[in-house]
Structures are given as C-alpha cells and as structure tokens.
C-alpha cells in the first residue's frame, strides 16, 4: 500500500476558518456513538460526507479521489457556546 498525500479541500478549509476541528471519519453506530460522546463534552458537532481521498491509501479509494464514500462522514468538532463558562452549580460547589 502506498499513503497518499491528503491535501485540504477549499470546503475543509473553509470549516478550518469556523473554528471547526477535524476529528477522524466513522459509519454506523460508532458515528453515532462519536457524535453523541461529543456532544455530551460540550462540543458542537458537524458531519460532512467523506471522500474517498479521506482515505489513508491509494489502493482503498477509488480512482477519482472526490466521490463520496456511501454512509461515511468525516467528524468535526469545535467548543460549543458556552464552553469553558462552567455551570452555576460546578460554581457553586468549589
């Protein structure tokens, strides 16, 4: 297997920008699981389909680096509002 260079996309760059952080790419139920873990930390969470050339090898995509890959989505993540604030209770208690 040879690794490809993944170069960013103009649509990641623009969630760069957002403050979005990319986290790693999942299906199914660890999709699930991953986002609602995110979200209990505070985080918001943002899905984008991934792509083939989110792939870590030349042998694992398609020839066309673009196309979608059914089912699967590249996690972002970045803090949700409020975060760092604290809630009145944790306040409250130290």
């Given at each position: 297997m040879k690794p490809i260079?993944?170069?960013?996309?103009?649509?990641?760059?623009?969630?760069?920008k957002q403050g979005w952080t990319?986290?790693?790419?999942?299906?199914?139920?660890?999709?699930?699981?991953t986002a609602e873990f995110y979200k209990s930390m505070a985080l918001e969470v943002h899905l984008e389909p991934a792509r083939a050339e989110d792939l870590a090898c030349s042998e694992c995509h398609p020839q066309q680096p673009s196309t979608t890959i059914e089912g699967w989505y590249v996690i972002y993540?970045?803090?949700?509002?409020?975060?760092g604030e604290g809630s009145k209770q944790d306040e409250e208690m130290w």
């Open positions: 260079s993944v170069e960013k996309t103009s649509r990641e760059d623009e969630l760069l990319r986290r790693f790419f999942a299906s199914g139920s660890r999709l699930q699981e993540t970045r803090p949700g509002e409020g975060a």
